[in-house]
Nanobody, 123 residues
Framework: HVQLVESGGGSVQPGGSLRLSCVGS????????MGWFRQAPGKEREGVAS???????SYADSVKGRFIISKDNAKIRLYVQMNSLKPEDTAMYYC??????????????????WGQGTQVTVS
């Protein structure tokens, strides 16, 4: 099981930017999907973005064109650059991992490893 720790959350004005980071450890498989999810109070957790082992990315429609997910080559660190932030982006953001390959966008419901979350507040 992968251990994940997020950082970089905070408060920002609408239109501002934040960059979230995630440090992972305990990788035991050859291929991983990595992703960012978020959950606002009273709402279900939703997928934000994912990146496959080959670097392919997928984004929720709500963040396309504003968020960019990336990772280092060793799969140790995961990032999401969040630009043009909106109040509706306010949520707890979670880093996630899944020991699978292929099209990660189809696997969002299956992510198994989660960080503790970092709060993003846009106001």
């Amino acid at each position: 099981h992968v251990q994940l720790v997020e950082s970089g959350g905070g408060s920002v004005q609408p239109g501002g930017s934040l960059r979230l980071s995630c440090v992972g450890s305990g990788y035991a498989y050859s291929m991983y999907c990595m992703g960012w999810f978020r959950q606002a109070p009273g709402k279900e957790r939703e997928g934000v973005a994912s990146i496959a082992s080959d670097g392919s990315t997928s984004y929720a429609d709500s963040v396309k064109g504003r968020f960019i997910i990336s990772k280092d080559n060793a799969k140790i660190r995961l990032y999401v650059q969040m630009n043009s932030l909106k109040p509706e982006d306010t949520a707890m953001y979670y880093c996630a991992a899944l020991p699978r390959g292929g099209d990660c966008s189809k696997l969002w419901p299956e992510f198994t490893s989660w960080g503790q979350g970092t709060q993003v507040t846009v106001s």
